[in-house]
T-cell receptor, first 117, second 116 residues
Framework: NAGVTQTPKFQVLKTGQSMTLQCAQD?????MSWYRQDPGMGLRLIHY???????DQGEVPNGYNVSRSTTEDFPLRLLSAAPSQTSVYFCASSYSGTSGAGANVLTFGAGSRLTVL | AQKITQTQPGMFVQEKEAVTLDCTYDTSDPSYGLFWYKQPSSGEMIFLIY??????QNATEGRYSLNFQKARKSANLVISASQLGDSAMYFC?????????????FGPGTSLSVIP
């Protein structure tokens, strides 16, 4: 049982380059999300999804695109990287729902450290 | 506006003592969930405890308990009998209604250091 798998673990980009951070989960979770972690800011929600074909913006969506064509995968795309997007990115997934302790208890990937020069 | 506030950027506690990490939140939803996560220096995120807004009892999980004061909109984490392995970042999080769907957002975190 792999849980949540993120790739790559490390990436260095030049300003203006594009890239995709991959996220896959094998737990049949409906809810998937992307966060960025910056010192002193905690984890800020970029985009999230509650099922295949359904995505919504989080707190800091600008500069990022997502799609959810399958339950398992939720890639995060940077179309034109900027130095302000230098951060550690976490993908997380959970069951949906509003009742019970299991709902929305997030399982996290190991994180992807992105540097934009 | 910050929806989750953690006013203690850094905390120190003596080993074997109890410590309280503060969390206040802002929501107008009647139904929401509150979570605490731990992030050791290795970087992984570990779920600790959950409290539902309609739960009558404060949640407990081993040495962790959540002091839930609904009227004050606070959800403080209490760690009893601190251990050296408790040194980590601690994040308070909340499930709230998004524009269309529920989502989970986090506070800025508190860095806890346990002193031998």
């Amino acid at each position: 049982n792999a849980g949540v798998t993120q790739t790559p673990k490390f990436q260095v980009l030049k300003t203006g380059q594009s890239m995709t951070l991959q996220c896959a989960q094998d737990m049949n979770h409906e809810y998937m999300s992307w966060y960025r972690q910056d010192p002193g800011m905690g984890l800020r929600l970029i985009h999230y999804s509650v099922g295949a074909g359904i995505t919504d913006q989080g707190e800091v969506p600008n500069g990022y695109n997502v799609s959810r064509s399958t339950t398992e995968d939720f890639p995060l795309r940077l179309l034109s990287a900027a130095p302000s997007q230098t951060s550690v990115y976490f993908c997380a997934s959970s069951y949906s729902g509003t009742s019970g302790a299991g709902a929305n208890v997030l399982t996290f990937g190991a994180g992807s450290r992105l540097t934009v020069l | 506006a910050q929806k989750i506030t953690q006013t203690q950027p850094g905390m120190f506690v003596q080993e074997k003592e109890a410590v309280t990490l503060d969390c206040t939140y802002d929501t107008s939803d009647p139904s929401y969930g509150l979570f605490w996560y731990k992030q050791p220096s290795s970087g992984e995120m570990i779920f600790l405890i959950y409290q539902g807004s309609y739960d009558q009892q404060n949640a407990t999980e081993g040495r962790y308990s959540l002091n839930f004061q609904k009227a004050r909109k606070s959800a403080n984490l209490v760690i009893s009998a601190s251990q050296l392995g408790d040194s980590a970042m601690y994040f308070c999080a909340m499930r709230e209604s998004g524009t269309s769907y529920d989502k989970v957002i986090f506070g800025p975190g508190t860095s806890l250091s346990v002193i031998p």
